[in-house]
Structures are given as structure tokens and as C-alpha cells.
């Protein structure tokens, strides 16, 4: 796999931050994603903020369903945009998204990356006080007019779910057909485990 390129990332993933002290790291994340994705919608970006603060651990049930899961979707993965294989979601790397597609390419080990996604889900603890501050940073770009909605779509969707325990959600359909996006979500400390060794 491509190690050298992701040497500098590595000094710093992993490191979980205090909860609300990481507000301009949540900015400076959002912007980059925003800028990504032309035709976000604001599920997607409630699902960026949820994965980066809660983890992986509703993606879960059993090993085997993550296996079978694993393996449907790379037999039906097709073509989609470039996209970077290690994508931080979280401020320090303390949660990462691992793209299917370019961990492919790099002929990563699909054996190893379920081993670590599995892990995260077990083992990330989830904070619902991260995923607040999230979304208040989410929050003042819009009323900055930094994000693609007014703030008050942004409030509303936020608000919604907030009103049902913060679930975790699916793509919108929208960035589904756009970007067709495939990935797992791991824990920033596990990614050498995917990176140190190539096959």
C-alpha cells in the first residue's frame, strides 16, 4: 500500500480530542467536505458529524452481517469519483473513513480492514457532547453563510433529529447517485494496522 504518502497524516491520527475544544478543527473538516461534495445535502453532512463523533458502532450487528455487507459491496462497487483512501472525519484523525475503492486499488487486505472496522465499533466510545459541538459548528458557518443551505434548513434538519435521540442515517439520495459512496468507518489508532503492511 501507499505508506509514504501517509506518513505525515499518521503523526497525528488517532488522538482523541476534548469534546468542545475542537471547534475550528469541526470548521476546517466541514469546509474541505463541503467543498468535496457539490450537492451535499444536510443529511450528509449530519452523517459526516454523527460518524466522526459517534463512530461506527450502529453499522454493527454481527461479524458475519459486516463480512456479508463487505462483500455485497465490493462485488457491486462499479466506478465512482476519486477519492482520497484515508479521509479524516474527525478532528486529529481520531476517526477515519477508509474508501473502498482506492484501498482496493492499493491491493489493501479486505481481511484486516473488517478485522479494524469491526474493532471500532466494539470498541469507539461514542460522544454525544462531540456530536453537539459538531453540529454548533455546523451551525454558525450556516449562519455565516459558509454552507450551501440557510441556516434555518440546517436548524430544522438538526433539530429533527435531535428530537430522536441523534440516530445515525443513511446518504441522501442525492449524494448517493452523485458520488456513490463506499467506505468504513474506523478509528484514526487502528489505521497503520491497514497501512504498515501491503500484499
Given at each position: 500500500?501507499?505508506?509514504?504518502?501517509?506518513?505525515a497524516?499518521?503523526?497525528?491520527?488517532?488522538?482523541?480530542?476534548?469534546?468542545?475544544?475542537?471547534?475550528?478543527?469541526?470548521?476546517?473538516?466541514?469546509?474541505?467536505?463541503?467543498?468535496?461534495?457539490?450537492?451535499?445535502?444536510?443529511?450528509?453532512?449530519?452523517?459526516?458529524?454523527?460518524q466522526?463523533?459517534?463512530?461506527?458502532?450502529h453499522?454493527v450487528?454481527?461479524?458475519?452481517?459486516?463480512?456479508?455487507w463487505?462483500?455485497?459491496?465490493?462485488?457491486a462497487?462499479?466506478?465512482?469519483?476519486?477519492?482520497?483512501?484515508?479521509d479524516?472525519?474527525?478532528?486529529?484523525?481520531?476517526i477515519?473513513r477508509?474508501?473502498?475503492?482506492?484501498?482496493?486499488?492499493?491491493?489493501?487486505?479486505?481481511?484486516?480492514?473488517?478485522?479494524?472496522?469491526?474493532?471500532?465499533?466494539?470498541?469507539?466510545a461514542?460522544?454525544?457532547?462531540?456530536?453537539?459541538?459538531a453540529?454548533?459548528?455546523?451551525?454558525?458557518?450556516?449562519?455565516?453563510?459558509?454552507l450551501?443551505?440557510?441556516?434555518?434548513v440546517?436548524?430544522?434538519?438538526?433539530e429533527?433529529?435531535?428530537?430522536?435521540?441523534?440516530?445515525?442515517v443513511?446518504?441522501?439520495?442525492?449524494?448517493?447517485?452523485?458520488?456513490?459512496?463506499?467506505?468504513?468507518?474506523?478509528?484514526?489508532?487502528?489505521?497503520p494496522?491497514?497501512?504498515?503492511?501491503?500484499?
Amino acid at each position: 500500500m501507499h505508506t509514504l504518502m501517509l506518513v505525515a497524516l499518521l503523526g497525528t491520527i488517532g488522538t482523541t480530542p476534548p469534546a468542545c475544544s475542537t471547534d475550528s478543527e469541526w470548521t476546517a473538516l466541514i469546509r474541505v467536505h463541503v467543498s468535496r461534495y457539490p450537492g451535499m445535502q444536510a443529511a450528509d453532512l449530519y452523517k459526516l458529524l454523527h460518524q466522526g463523533a459517534m463512530g461506527a458502532e450502529h453499522a454493527v450487528s454481527s461479524v458475519d452481517m459486516a463480512r456479508r455487507w463487505m462483500r455485497d459491496e465490493i462485488g457491486a462497487l462499479g466506478e465512482g469519483p476519486p477519492e482520497p483512501l484515508v479521509d479524516t472525519i474527525a478532528p486529529y484523525g481520531s476517526i477515519v473513513r477508509i474508501h473502498l475503492r482506492p484501498f482496493l486499488d492499493a491491493e489493501g487486505d479486505v481481511a484486516k480492514l473488517l478485522s479494524v472496522f469491526v474493532r471500532t465499533a466494539r470498541e469507539s466510545a461514542g460522544s454525544e457532547e462531540a456530536l453537539t459541538c459538531a453540529l454548533d459548528a455546523a451551525l454558525g458557518m450556516a449562519g455565516d453563510d459558509a454552507l450551501p443551505w440557510p441556516r434555518t434548513v440546517l436548524m430544522r434538519y438538526i433539530e429533527a433529529r435531535r428530537a430522536e435521540g441523534y440516530p445515525a442515517v443513511h446518504h441522501s439520495p442525492e449524494f448517493e447517485a452523485l458520488f456513490r459512496p463506499a467506505y468504513r468507518v474506523v478509528s484514526g489508532s487502528l489505521v497503520p494496522e491497514l497501512v504498515g503492511t501491503g500484499r
